[in-house]
């Protein structure tokens, strides 16, 4: 059985931080790609930040770029999102999933994670 499952998350004043893990289990995580997404009430779905499989790369959205970074530990099957100077505008439930590294070339991904709610305060 293939699990993720995020924590890190709670109530922080704007301008704080938050580190965001995703353990992994059921797979070897050197195999995937990993995403970090977000979703806040009535919006869609949003991308975050992707680290592939060896942890090599790493891409994160242009909302995002300046403040969050995603980093692996294959080794420990887990996924990290550093988050700082956090905005009332980076509420949201944030979800970690696993594509499988030879699917590169397609968005969807294989398995996704409970989620985690970050509120940020004003």
């Known amino acids: 059985q293939v699990h993720l499952v995020e924590s890190g998350g709670g109530l922080v004043q704007a301008g704080g931080s938050?580190?965001?893990?995703?353990?992994?289990?059921?797979?070897?995580?050197?195999?995937?790609?990993?995403?970090?997404?977000?979703?806040?009430?009535?919006?869609?779905?949003?991308?975050?930040a992707i680290s592939n499989w060896s942890g090599e790369r790493a891409y994160s959205a242009d909302s995002v770029k300046d403040r969050f970074t995603i980093s692996r530990d294959n080794a420990k099957n887990t996924?990290?999102?550093?988050?700082?100077?956090?905005?009332?505008?980076?509420?949201?439930?944030y979800y970690c999933a696993a594509r499988y590294k030879l699917k590169y070339n397609t968005p969807e991904y294989d398995f996704w994670g409970q989620g985690t709610q970050v509120t940020v305060s004003s």
């Open 18 to 48: 938050l580190r965001l893990s995703c353990a992994a289990s059921g797979l070897a995580l050197r195999s995937y790609d990993m995403g970090w997404f977000r979703q806040a009430p009535g919006k869609e779905r949003e991308f975050v």
């Open 79 to 93: 996924v990290y999102l550093q988050m700082i100077s956090l905005k009332p505008e980076d509420t949201a439930v």
